[in-house]
């Protein structure tokens, strides 16, 4: 089932998700909701707030992993940096310079409740940094200076308002 991709301005992105207690079979059902509808919005990641729901989980697919879901997600071992263009499911349209770590560690829980672990680089690891944000009640636009901000939500108002047209969707975390 595809799901509505809450959009800026929605308060479910400002608002810390709460942990995953129970791994039950509507948990499993969710993974897969969030899967197609991270495909159908052709992303490569989707977090719980982005559609609607303030809970610590998100999915995942930088063309490698294949469709992945995880959930109460702990990032460590942040290393190097890099600024690349980064653009959001919620925020459509346009994408920015972003700087994120190179390399991180993200652990957490399959749907089942297994715990598992990955070392990410490059876009992985930009995913993992992105969606853990999300999960905090935090957007990329909220890393950027007020310049870089403000260059961001201009665009989109002149998306939105039918002056511009999207930029095509690259390689970009959303
Ligand atoms: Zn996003």
Redesign the pocket.
Known sequence: MIMPIRILGDPVLKTPAKPVESFDRSLGKLAGDMVETMYEAEGV?L?GP?VGLSLRVFVFDDGETGPMFMANPELSDGEGELTIDEG???IPGPYHPTSRFERVRCRGKDANGRTYEVEAEGLLARIFQ?ETD?LDGM??IDRLDEEGRRAVLAELRQIELGLVEPRKRRHA??
Do not use: T
């Open positions: 990641g977090a982005q959001c499911l919620s992105h999300h957007l990329y975390p959303e």
